[in-house]
């Protein structure tokens, strides 16, 4: 039987903590897009208007978004691929959970300490290493459950 | 019975979709390479020769294709992976279909307006638009679906 | 019956080569972090401090790394994505695995020439031209297996 089913409490846990972090995720899009309306901060000279009173220019609040926002890319989306194909690997319930609850929870601290009330460190390095470590977790139980098929 | 299989026509729909949008983001990395030798404008010293007559440079023309690119990353990616979860929930074919046709149209329409033949305002913004609220929609539905794994 | 669970060896064989892939590139993650400590360069004012004798500032190898850590996501994400959708087609074990053991040499090196040994071109074109032709193979695959869906 396939373990992709929303019968298997694992993958319906992964689908809604997947979903939670693809809206942070949006937010954090949103939240770009407000930050050059409320700067006047745009990149594109169509952008630009009399009645948002838009320049093409660099603005350091849009930029620290920006970031936030490729951070999370770069580290949500490798997690929705090792989460998905670790289902596969059958782990139990209680330890699925704990591991998406962890990587949320993580992921929401670190775009709210580096994009909404900037926080001194080592508030957002530790954010991405509780992250990273769900990561490499996923990735060890996967490698270890796959190694024949190398 | 899983519903991830070639013989659920919903996920076949997807499968479809889903390669379509894929391609459309590998354009825009062709794009961005052709417009590169087009203005000599390179982003590597190791990339520059006499035949190519390359500089390190930065060029608006490039950029602009970039922001595309990176919108894509941003948009489409997060697309594949709630497609792909709310295939789950068993939605009827006719609702999905028009979610993935709807969104790979808005999407084909975003590029195209961006970086093919740059279009005034609203046309971006709109084709945007319509990619997130396709999101939002399908967020709001995997999430109703398994609030109760929580 | 669904040919995503781990009795497929040709789902057994893409979840060990997507985990290598994405701890290649957590690798280019973790590559930034130590060139950024190395070269004192860093983005936000929050990350400087008098033991790291960090200044906000543009690092030319930070750069270059930070390059190598996108064109990753550019590649590989979609890659994930597609390989998932054409082992829905029911390839062979010995094309997939092919297909999929070429796509990860090639991201290898990739950032091998790029951003760990910097080589002349056109090491990394051809890296780059390599992992592509994957990708296109493999959206050809999906599109004609389910051009029905339309």
Redesign the interface.
Known sequence: ??????HN?V??????Y???L??K??FV?FLTGWTRFRKHAF??P??C?KMNRGKVKIDEDVE?VR?A?LND??NI??F???A??YI???PTLGTAKFLFRTFTAARFSHTFVYAVV????PA?ALSYIVG?LV??Y??YA??T??????
Chains 1, 2, 3 share one sequence.
């Not at 459950?145 to 190398?150: E, L, N, P, T, V």
């Open positions: 039987m396939s373990l992709y089913t929303s409490p993958f319906a846990t992964f689908s809604f997947a979903a939670l693809i809206i995720t949006l899009a990149q594109n169509e952008d208007n620290r970031r926002h890319l770069e989306l490798p929705l691929s090792l998905l194909l596969g690997t059958g900037v926080t001194p460190q957002r990273q990561n490499l996923l990735i996967i490698l459950s796959y190694a024949s098929s190398f």
